[in-house]
C-alpha cells in the first residue's frame, strides 16, 4: 500500500476509534442527567433565608446558611437567632431536626424547640478567609 494511503487509512481509523470513544462518554456523563424531578425534592428557596417557628407558632430564628457535606448532602444549618434588640447569634442546628410543612400553600419550618434553647446554645462566626463557620469564641 502507498504510504500516503497508509497514513490516511490509519488517521481515519483514529478518528473513528476516537469518535466512538468521545460518544461513550458524552453517554456516559448523560446518566447523571435527569429526566423528570423527584417529586419529594424541595427547593433550597424554601429553607434558605427562612424563618423557623416553635410548635405554638412563634418564631425564633432564621435560616441564615444550609451546609452541605462532601458528598452533597445538606446536614447543618445556621440559624439566626434573636437581633432585635441584642446582636443577632448563630447557631448550628441538625437539618433533620426542622420540620417542613405546608401554611398558606408556602413552607413552613418548624422545629422543637425554644428561642431561648436557640440562644443560650454555642455560637458560631462565619470566617471569609477559610469560607467556613467557626466557634464563635475562637480566634482565626
Request: proline content about 5%; charged content about 20%.
Given at each position: 500500500m502507498h504510504p500516503a494511503k497508509t497514513f490516511i487509512a490509519l488517521?481515519?481509523?483514529?478518528?473513528?476509534?476516537?469518535?466512538?470513544a468521545f460518544a461513550q462518554q458524552i453517554s456516559?456523563?448523560?446518566?447523571?442527567?435527569?429526566?423528570?424531578?423527584?417529586?419529594?425534592?424541595?427547593?433550597?428557596?424554601?429553607?434558605?433565608k427562612q424563618p423557623i417557628y416553635d410548635k405554638s407558632d412563634s418564631k425564633i430564628g432564621n435560616i441564615d446558611d444550609v451546609l452541605v457535606?462532601?458528598?452533597?448532602?445538606i446536614n447543618a444549618v445556621i440559624v439566626g437567632v434573636g437581633g432585635t434588640i441584642t446582636a443577632e447569634k448563630d447557631v448550628a442546628v441538625n437539618f433533620s431536626a426542622i420540620k417542613p410543612t405546608t401554611k398558606?400553600?408556602?413552607?413552613?419550618?418548624?422545629?422543637?424547640?425554644?428561642?431561648?434553647?436557640?440562644?443560650?446554645?454555642?455560637?458560631?462566626?462565619?470566617d471569609r478567609d477559610k469560607s467556613t463557620w467557626i466557634p464563635e469564641n475562637s480566634s482565626k
Open positions: 488517521s481515519a481509523g483514529i478518528v473513528f476509534l476516537s469518535g466512538a456516559a456523563g448523560r446518566a447523571d442527567l435527569m429526566t423528570s424531578v423527584p417529586t419529594s425534592s424541595r427547593t433550597v428557596t424554601d429553607w434558605y457535606d462532601p458528598n452533597g448532602q398558606n400553600d408556602k413552607v413552613y419550618l418548624t422545629m422543637d424547640t425554644t428561642e431561648a434553647a436557640l440562644k443560650s446554645a454555642p455560637g458560631f462566626k462565619y
